[in-house]
């Protein structure tokens, strides 16, 4: 059956005749020297289970060794209560020095794909990428990688609640973007895009949270929002996964990607008024004690005052058991909009408290009406 389905995927060719195969026989799958299969002792069957508990590990840490590399996993396995037996799950490691990876090799198929959770885990500052090999064929009716608190993989995986995040300025690292997404959930996955050649970043990125309730709220939150001179886009990045998808022109392939390349003309120009919203620079605790809160207030003040007259600025503070419209945003009118725009240039992107600072406006009748939804 395995041999068939094989066969059934290319992954063999099939005979010019059928074979007579004795009812006792075992089929083998053995690689020879030019990398093509080959029936042979091996058991095919073992080839496919050796396959499956093995794990490519990309950007390892310089200078690491591979018994360092296989304690760590071992540590951070059973600590976690990863294991699914006593005893150290990682029974060997091979590194290749000059192109900076390592392949481990669980005890068993099942621990493998727990290890592939730990995808996006750091060591040594690295941030590592786990993946299959290349010839790994799924066994039909495995586990799905499992979610690992803590860890935020680097393969966003293809569904309904896979975001993409378009416009963002180059200068933002990977930190930064993650810092932005993680003021509304937890991260379960995140890839920033980067150059190949390069390792600049494209501009654009994908995630998924944890949470799969609050991406439209985090599409309507950072859709159209403005950071420097850049207007980011964000929406589903699967074509008609929910109704808040935009509507698209014909001829769009079923990611968003190719936003990135379709220039500006696919993005919703923002209006710009009198009151600047600021994003991602404060946080509810900061907002709880009087004094600091007092701090706050007269510190952006002082900063947006730079820009142009100051007519008003709310930020709502927290209230016990009351879900507050606009907590974590800050307000700011300015007696004309021009003012409020050059503020908005110069504070998009900027650090506050560790933070990078996310600009937007809000409509000048809902400001005066406390309309903060």
């Known amino acids: 059956m395995q041999y068939k389905e094989l066969i059934l995927r290319g992954q063999l060719v099939a005979p010019a005749r059928p074979l007579a195969i004795p009812m006792n026989a075992q089929i083998g799958l053995m690689g020879n020297s030019f990398g093509g299969p080959m029936l042979g002792s091996v058991t095919m069957g073992s080839q496919i289970q050796r396959q499956a508990r093995r794990v490519y590990v990309g950007g390892i840490p310089f200078g690491v060794t591979e018994e360092e590399m296989a304690a760590f996993f071992n540590s951070v396995m059973v600590s976690r209560k990863l294991s699914t037996q006593t005893g150290n799950p990682v029974i060997a490691c091979q590194i290749n020095v000059e192109k900076n990876f390592a392949f481990l090799e669980m005890r068993c198929a099942e621990e493998a794909t727990i290890c592939m959770g730990l995808d996006g885990i750091e060591m040594n500052g690295q941030v590592l990428k786990l993946r299959r090999p290349k010839d790994y064929v799924p066994i039909p009716g495995s586990e799905t990688q499992a979610y690992i608190p ?163 600025l709310d930020i709502p503070r927290p209230i016990e058991g009351v879900e507050v419209p606009g907590l974590g945003k800050v307000f700011v009118e300015f007696e004309d909009v021009a003012q409020a725009e050059a503020a908005s240039k110069a504070l998009g992107g900027r650090s506050f408290a560790a933070r990078v600072v996310v600009t937007s406006f809000l409509d000048e009748t809902k400001y005066q009406n406390a309309d903060f939804s």
Do not use: H, W
């Open 150 to 312: 803590g860890v935020i993989s680097t393969n966003v995986a293809d569904g309904p609640n896979k975001i993409y995040v378009g416009g963002l300025p180059a200068y933002l690292n990977e930190e930064q973007v993650k810092e932005l997404l993680q003021a509304f959930g937890t991260l379960k996955s995140f890839n920033l895009v980067k150059d190949t050649l390069t390792g600049f970043s494209k501009g654009f990125a994908f995630c998924e949270f944890v949470d799969p309730d609050i991406v439209d709220a985090v599409c309507k939150g950072l859709n159209d929002m403005v950071i420097g001179d850049k207007q980011l886009v964000c929406q589903r990045a699967m074509v008609g996964a929910k109704s808040t998808m935009a509507s698209l022109p014909v001829g769009v392939a079923t990611t968003i990607a190719p936003f990135s390349m379709m220039g500006a003309d696919l993005q919703q120009q923002v209006q710009a008024t009198r009151v600047l919203v600021l994003l991602n620079m404060v946080t509810k605790d900061d907002l709880t004690n009087d004094d600091d809160y007092a701090d706050i207030v007269e510190d952006i003040r002082e900063e947006c005052s730079k820009f142009g007259k100051v007519v008003s």
